[in-house]
């Protein structure tokens, strides 16, 4: 592995905006290296004007100059990896048979920055290459040419992932609806308030529009409605851009290469359809509804979203 060239694909998308179900219909592609979980590459050292909107486990790393390759592999912050490799009983993927040393996935790390510039492209680099060094039952095809990783929100920092790795650095940004999502946020234990939701949403897809249009052969946007109509020929098309090539296996969503019949508890989408993404919005109330038109009315113009919610009203 170490002898070919490093590709990098990010999936980022606003939470509850199919990042999740995305991640896993890519899970059995031939041609990637899928990380198992949310990859999480931020560290508590990232400290900018979105620290306070998005959790910093999401964000692209930070490492400080002083730190030695051992700190760095712990400065990861990866909370699903790492729970589900030390605390396996603890993790909600407990249930997945992965069969991952964290010990083992460390040495390997520092072993792969042994002589190289401990630079934050390196330092990931190593995070990912280490993980399927180390995953003693992962699915290997031989025909792996790209390494994935999926962290919600990650496009905000699409910059500094294209630039570490310039033309071999690449975001995948999913959209939802926001009537969907915000929906499905509030299933959570302690969901976001409205406010604090739909401004994230939108910020989210702000930065995501403008680095697509900055780096558009770097860059990559889809919805996430797209996505479940076709998901072969939607996500084939963006792969291809990569230098990806389609695969049968886009078609259904998957762990370690075995189908999954639901994604959960991969994500809060259990069932990736229309029906279903239409079903959920139609949860909301109508002043909640109205709420998030008028909060997201310019971006729904933007996003061809108008017609969906004419479906709600």
Same mark, same amino acid.
């Given at each position: 592995?170490?002898?070919?060239?490093?590709?990098?694909?990010?999936?980022?998308?606003?939470?509850?905006?199919? *990042?999740?179900?995305?991640?896993?219909? +890519? #899970? !059995?592609?031939?041609?990637?290296?899928? %990380?198992?979980?949310?990859?999480?590459?931020?560290?508590?050292?990232?400290?900018?004007?979105?620290?306070?909107?998005?959790?910093?486990?999401?964000?692209?790393?930070?490492?400080?100059?002083?730190?030695?390759?051992?700190?760095?592999?712990?400065?990861?912050?990866?909370?699903?990896?790492?729970?589900?490799?030390?605390?396996?009983?603890?993790?909600?993927?407990?249930?997945?048979?992965?069969?991952?040393?964290?010990?083992?996935?460390?040495?390997?790390?520092?072993?792969?920055?042994?002589?190289?510039?401990?630079?934050?492209?390196?330092?990931?680099?190593?995070?990912?290459?280490?993980?399927?060094?180390?995953?003693?039952?992962?699915?290997?095809?031989?025909?792996?040419?790209?390494?994935? *990783?999926?962290?919600?929100?990650?496009? +905000? #920092? !699409?910059?500094?992932?294209?630039?570490? %790795?310039?033309?071999?650095?690449?975001?995948?940004?999913?959209?939802?609806?926001?009537?969907?999502?915000?929906?499905?946020?509030?299933?959570?234990?302690?969901?976001?308030?409205?406010?604090?939701?739909?401004?994230?949403?939108?910020?989210?897809?702000?930065?995501?529009?403008?680095?697509?249009?900055?780096?558009?052969?770097?860059?990559?946007?889809?919805?996430?409605?797209?996505?479940?109509?076709?998901?072969?020929?939607?996500?084939?098309?963006?792969?291809?851009?990569?230098?990806?090539?389609?695969?049968?296996?886009?078609?259904?969503?998957?762990?370690?290469?075995?189908?999954?019949?639901?994604?959960?508890?991969?994500?809060?989408?259990?069932?990736?359809?229309?029906?279903?993404?239409?079903?959920?919005?139609?949860?909301?109330?109508?002043?909640?509804?109205?709420?998030?038109?008028?909060?997201?009315?310019?971006?729904?113009?933007?996003?061809?979203?108008?017609?969906?919610?004419?479906?709600?009203?």
């Amino acid at each position: 592995m170490s002898s070919t060239p490093y590709k990098m694909i990010m999936i980022s998308a606003m939470y509850e905006n199919g *990042g999740n179900t995305t991640h896993r219909l +890519i #899970d !059995g592609h031939p041609q990637l290296f899928v %990380y198992p979980f949310e990859s999480q590459p931020g560290t508590k050292y990232v400290n900018d004007y979105f620290s306070s909107m998005y959790p910093l486990k999401y964000r692209w790393p930070l490492f400080p100059g002083t730190a030695a390759a051992e700190e760095m592999y712990e400065m990861i912050i990866d909370e699903e990896g790492k729970v589900r490799s030390k605390t396996p009983n603890s993790s909600k993927f407990k249930g997945a048979d992965f069969r991952l040393d964290d010990k083992d996935r460390k040495k390997e790390f520092v072993l792969f920055l042994k002589n190289k510039p401990l630079t934050r492209a390196n330092a990931v680099e190593a995070f990912f290459r280490s993980t399927f060094k180390s995953w003693k039952n992962y699915n290997h095809s031989g025909k792996e040419k790209a390494y994935v *990783g999926y962290s919600p929100i990650i496009g +905000i #920092d !699409g910059d500094k992932i294209i630039s570490d %790795y310039g033309k071999n650095g690449h975001v995948l940004h999913v959209i939802r609806n926001p009537f969907s999502a915000y929906a499905d946020t509030k299933k959570r234990a302690v969901p976001l308030s409205m406010a604090h939701y739909i401004t994230g949403w939108i910020l989210c897809q702000y930065q995501s529009l403008l680095f697509a249009e900055k780096y558009p052969n770097n860059y990559h946007i889809v919805r996430f409605e797209d996505i479940i109509e076709n998901p072969t020929e939607v996500l084939g098309k963006v792969l291809s851009k990569m230098g990806i090539s389609k695969s049968s296996t886009l078609a259904y969503p998957s762990w370690n290469g075995e189908k999954l019949k639901e994604v959960y508890p991969w994500g809060t989408i259990r069932i990736p359809t229309a029906e279903v993404n239409l079903k959920t919005a139609k949860e909301l109330s109508t002043q909640e509804i109205k709420e998030i038109h008028s909060r997201t009315n310019t971006y729904l113009k933007l996003l061809n979203y108008e017609g969906f919610y004419k479906k709600l009203v």
